[in-house]
């Protein structure tokens, strides 16, 4: 079956410590997305990708980074810098459909608490 | 800046009832997409509905279709007969093609 993985579901680290969230997705799809998600808010934008080995900083890239080596894969790491991590975090990849507009998949998300 | 607005925090319905979600936008973009996204308990985003902009007939998927008043950049989901699975946030997101804007949410609470 073709789809997003994230794993692992939920995450815990402690405050200082440097983590990595995995995102990968069997789709042949070549935009790749990180949102983030808190309480009463909707989807922000983090990172996305268009093509390998390129990225782009979406609203909120501070105390983040990515990185996409392969097609199929695009880690997001949320570095000691990021003020306040504890948050749902949601990957999605694109493609093109017939009308013309990008549809969005998405992951089953990813909960970091950090203490 | 794109912008995507919904206004209504929490809605409830009574099963089987129709209710309505608003949802507003700005852009200065000619060319976009809108779509509504379901988030269940699960937490898993899915994919309810999209309407391109240069299409000028309502989309409609099933019990779900949408208003779609492009002058008043306005982009509304009515559910018909809902059921009680329809419970869930219902995220407005709009996309100028490759990057996409989510509203806040609106949380659906379908009662028995």
């Known amino acids: 079956d073709g789809g997003i993985t994230q794993s692992p579901k939920y995450l815990f680290r402690k405050e200082g410590q440097n983590v990595t969230l995995s995102c990968e997705q069997n789709l042949n799809h070549d935009a790749m997305y990180w949102y983030r998600q808190d309480p009463g808010q909707g989807l922000r934008l983090i990172y996305y990708s268009q093509i390998v080995n390129d990225f782009q900083k979406g609203d909120i890239a501070e105390g983040y980074s990515v990185s996409r080596e392969k097609k199929e894969s695009f880690p997001l790491t949320v570095t000691s810098a990021q003020k306040n991590p504890t948050a749902f975090y949601l990957c999605a990849s694109s493609t093109q459909v017939a009308s013309g507009s990008y549809e969005q998949y998405f992951g089953p998300g990813t909960r970091l608490t950090v203490t | 800046a794109q912008t995507v607005t919904q206004s209504q925090p929490e809605m409830s319905v009574q099963e089987a009832e129709t209710v309505t979600l608003s949802c507003t936008y700005d852009?200065?973009?000619?060319?976009?997409?809108l779509f509504w996204y379901k988030q269940p308990p699960s937490r898993q985003m899915i994919l309810v509905i999209r309407?391109?902009?240069?299409?000028?007939q309502n989309a409609t998927e099933n019990r779900f279709s949408v208003n779609f008043q492009k002058a008043a950049k306005s982009f509304s989901l009515k559910i018909s007969d809902s059921q009680l699975g329809d419970t869930a946030m219902y995220f407005c997101a709009f996309s100028d093609v490759l990057k996409f804007y989510f509203g806040s949410g609106t949380k659906l609470n379908v009662k028995p």
């Open positions: 309407q391109e902009a240069y299409k000028q």
């Open positions: 852009t200065s973009e000619s060319n976009y997409y």
